[in-house]
């Protein structure tokens, strides 16, 4: 697991090595064991390493074919060592143990067509010396991050945004994007919240070669394809062999391992089947709140005690938000999901015992967990209804009270007819995961900052159309899951836990997220995976059901949740005001104050829950003050 980060220049003047080197360092926390750096005329190469494999022959960066190629890598592929033994069989020898130089072999062998070959997370750039040719690739579902920019004078990529303004990059900030985060509480691939930096999306490739940049997709979810068995029980046992083999995979590690355990359905899972493997007690960590109603922990200790783990765990109090500058900080551009709170906290806690922690992330969008599934499944119900009586139940959903965001009933309902009234799929699917809506965000913005947006509004809802278009001839449940994975999961999710475990250099893996195991389940029926109105993952839980306690198997979903409703009525309130509505923040010409000031003062007498759309003010505002007006940031 590392860091990495580079540069090519276009006159082909020589690298400044003290440029490549700062660079680099703003990455240390990515990998704090171990730094190397490749310099060959205009081109240049660094890294940060953590080590996890390999621990004595692992230095990056590493060459192959008489220093033809070169790469610096980022992630594990698990299936190395097979791929090692059939590059060896064909004639390929090695200097490392490690599975860098495995993929400059295969890089070799099949030139693009090498990622095909890899099982696992990854992102890493290849110089091919002789053709001069630069070569990136970023895994199937994005959980290692590349972000890029191809600017006259170079082209630089790196993990981290940070890196690329070390070479003169403009921090001139996109409108569009900035609408699209309040939207989506993140910034879509391939934008990013900076005009002339872009993200290599998830499953694709990016070539560099004569001043020209090819993006390539090499992966998609498996669209059309016949499930492998359509007997239920079979389906079953496919399931448990296949993650079994996932989560085995991703316990090989020469350094201490460990896991999450939020006390949900997918985390035990994977705790389950990694102490049926382990011949020592597995490590787990979990994190809770004061707030009764907000924490899992009882549920995670019933888990821990059925399996005999070394449990530990923490709690997360609402003074512990001091740390948002730095949390702001390391995500680099406005980002808004609230648990990379407790996320960040409870990785900085288990990098004290271990360095690669395995995680549940990946069974909702696998097996249809999240509420809203059922949501959009019964909002189609409502289809049946003329345009008149949509429109007129749609504007009496805008009286009704919210309290207690996520959880509280009125809440929930309130935003169930508010997406439901919307006859377009899309549109309706926005309407449950969106912070802001279109008409929250009426009169939000100063007419300065509308007239810079332009035609960028409703980018956010384009965005996720594009994504249901691609997948129409699915069934209406799985077009849900490949919309999730095509979206909130790499953009939000992969984003927040790549994030929030390397600001704390700590490893994080997803059994559940190997791509072989998400193309045998993505095909099966989405009637098994939701079960009528309430069998939220249903043919997951028939198959691990003798593994887990029954109070697991029959909790609903929670999710993770922070009181940020309560927190800024409270303890945060003087935080916020102090940061979104102080004049500086106001003289951005962003936000229009009377409209801000509004939200504010309807979240603290109560007539309006808006804790979640005020953490995305925060987080925008603190991300302008580290990032933007940070020197180095």
């Known amino acids: 697991m590392c860091g990495i980060t580079g540069v090519v220049r276009k006159d082909g003047g020589k690298v400044d090595e003290g440029l490549l080197r700062k660079a680099n360092t703003l990455i240390t926390h990515r990998g704090p064991d171990d730094e190397g750096y490749h310099i060959d005329g205009a081109v240049g190469l660094a890294m940060r390493r953590l080590a996890i494999i390999d621990l004595n022959t692992g230095h990056q960066p590493i060459s192959y ?15 190395y060592l097979e791929l090692r033994k059939k590059l060896e069989a064909r004639g390929h020898s090695f200097k490392t143990a490690t599975d860098t ?6 890089y070799q062998d099949h030139g693009a ?10 992102a890493f750039a290849i110089w091919d010396k002789r053709e001069k040719r630069l070569f990136l690739a970023r895994d199937r579902i994005g959980k290692k991050p590349l972000v890029y920019a191809d600017e006259p004078g170079y082209f630089a990529f790196g993990s981290e945004l940070r890196t690329l303004f070390v070479w003169g990059l403009s921090r001139e900030m996109d409108p569009e994007a900035l609408d699209q985060f309040l939207s989506l509480q993140y910034i879509p691939s391939p934008g990013t919240i900076y005009a002339r930096a872009k993200k290599l999306p998830p499953g694709h490739t990016l070539t ?4 020209k940049v090819v993006v390539e997709r090499y992966w998609d979810l498996p669209l059309g394809k016949k499930p492998a068995t359509t007997d239920i029980e079979e389906a079953q046992a496919l399931i448990v062999d296949k993650l079994k083999e996932s989560v085995r995979l991703r316990m090989i590690s020469d350094v201490p391992l460990g896991a999450f355990l939020s006390g949900g359905v997918d985390s035990s899972i994977i705790v389950a089947l990694m102490a049926e493997q382990s011949t020592r007690p597995v490590k787990t960590f979990s994190i809770g709140f004061e707030e009764e109603e907000f924490s899992e922990l009882k549920f995670a200790k019933l888990v821990a005690q059925r399996y005999a783990t070394d449990h530990t765990e923490f709690i997360v109090k609402s003074e512990m938000a001091d740390v948002l500058p730095k949390l702001a900080w390391h995500y680099g551009e406005p980002f808004a999901d609230a648990s990379a709170l407790p996320s960040y906290y409870v990785a900085r806690e288990t990098r004290k015992f271990v360095t690669v922690a395995l995680n549940g992330d990946g069974g909702d969008e696998n097996f249809a967990g999240y509420i809203r599934y059922f949501a959009m499944k019964l909002a189609k119900q409502f289809d049946v209804l003329p345009a008149p009586a949509r429109a007129a139940l749609r504007a009496g959903a805008e009286w009704m009270p919210e309290y207690n965001a996520p959880y509280g009933f009125t809440w929930r309902l309130k935003r169930f007819l508010r997406s439901a009234l919307f006859s ?11 912070y802001f809506s279109e008409e929250d965000k009426e009169g939000l913005y100063t007419p300065e900052f509308s007239d810079r947006l332009g ?5 956010a809802q384009r965005y996720l159309a594009q994504a249901f278009e691609r997948c129409k001839g699915e069934s209406f449940i799985n077009q849900l899951l490949y919309a999730d994975f095509k979206t909130y999961l790499p953009e939000c999710l992969m ?7 390397m600001a704390a250099s700590l490893e994080g893996r997803s059994p559940l997220l190997d791509h072989e195991f998400v193309e045998l389940v993505f095909p099966m029926s989405g009637d098994w995976k939701l079960k009528g109105l309430r069998g939220h993952k249903w043919i997951m839980k028939k198959a691990f059901e003798d593994k887990l306690p029954k109070e697991i198997l029959n909790r609903g979903k929670m999710g993770f949740g922070i009181p940020l409703g309560k927190w800024f009525r409270g303890p945060l309130k003087k935080y916020w005001e ?4 102080s004049s500086k923040a106001l003289g951005r010409g962003i936000f229009n104050e009377t409209a801000l000031s509004q939200v504010w003062d309807q979240h603290q007498s109560g007539r309006r829950d808006h804790g979640y759309r005020l953490w995305a003010l925060l987080m925008l505002e603190l991300w302008h003050e580290q990032c933007l007006e940070r020197d180095g940031g």
Not at 113 to 122: A, W, Y
Not at 424 to 434: A, I, S, T
Not at 455 to 459: C, D, E, K, N, Y
């Open 65 to 79: 074919a008489d220093d033809r190629y070169w790469i610096v890598f980022n992630g594990e592929i698990y299936n």
């Open 101 to 106: 130089e495995a993929i400059l072999a295969l």
């Open 113 to 122: 067509g090498c990622v095909s070959h890899l099982r696992g997370m990854f």
């Open 208 to 211: 560099y070669q004569d001043g």
């Open 424 to 434: 377009d799929v899309p549109k309706r699917h926005l309407k449950m995961v969106g």
């Open 455 to 459: 035609s960028g509004r409703g980018s």
């Open 495 to 501: 984003a927040k836990i790549d994030i929030a475990t």
């Open 578 to 581: 102090a940061h979104v509505l």
